[in-house]
């Protein structure tokens, strides 16, 4: 694990970077060879003030990945991806849709969380255009060595670095759209944004219909995978 991230203030200057992605990835790469050349990227800013790249997770051979923005607060002192209240409720959605969570590969666009301080906080900041670009050959590459049948893209970010710029979520959530990266591509709301619902009604509204996205893309590879021991 890297030091810990400082709690306030800018950084004085600009952090150094390191080489890009491209100069990292391993000649014959595999998920564990993968993983550990990520946790040394410094390609761009955002490495600098956070605790720890947050690589994906997940079965080597997934039939469903789940793409999200970036790791959260908890996620980055913890080194896992969804493991915060948005993993949570991507959790309890997955069971709703009868989708074996143990069975997904979950990752994120971007590995290092990207924050500013407020207060003793620290606040999700959205990464800019430059740092998807930068960080995105990390989750090609994993989507190129696990080989989902289903890619599913949790919000605006992630669809936008995977399926195309100009993709809107809201018109498009829970479709099938064509892409080379998996057999079936399809995005749907990050969980992050339910979540922030602005009141209780919204929310289980906002849940549902979650929950109805993630049923209707599954259904497309069949009956979705719930049994570990039997499929592996
Ligand atoms: S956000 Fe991605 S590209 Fe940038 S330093 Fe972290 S791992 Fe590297």
Request: aromatic share 4%; net charge positive.
């Amino acid at each position: 694990m890297a030091d810990r991230p400082p709690r306030s203030g800018k950084p004085a200057k600009a952090p150094p970077l390191g080489p890009p992605v491209s100069d990292l990835l391993p000649d014959r790469p595999s998920l564990s060879r993968v993983r550990e050349a990520a946790a040394g990227c410094r390609a761009c800013v955002p490495y600098a003030r956070a605790t720890q790249t947050v690589f994906g997770e997940g079965p080597r051979r997934a039939e469903i990945m789940m793409v999200g923005e970036q790791p959260g607060d908890v996620e980055d002192v913890e080194g896992h991806p969804f493991v915060g209240p948005a993993g949570r409720l991507l959790d309890r959605a997955l069971e709703q849709a009868g989708i074996d969570r143990r069975l997904v590969y979950v990752t994120n666009v971007v590995k290092h969380f990207k924050w500013e301080p407020r207060g003793k906080r620290r606040i999700h900041k959205r990464p800019d255009g430059a740092e998807v670009a930068a960080c995105r050959p990390w989750v090609e590459t994993e989507i190129a060595l696990v080989k989902p049948r289903l890619l599913v893209c949790l919000g605006a970010v992630a669809a936008q670095a995977l399926i195309g710029r100009t993709f809107k979520v809201s018109q498009e959530r829970g479709r099938f759209v064509p892409s080379p990266l998996a057999p079936l591509v399809a995005a749907t709301v990050h969980p992050s944004s339910i979540l922030r619902a602005r009141d209780d009604e919204t929310r289980r509204a906002e849940m549902d219909r979650f929950v109805e996205d993630l049923r209707t893309v599954a259904a497309g590879i069949g009956n979705p995978p719930r049994d570990p021991a039997g499929s592996r």
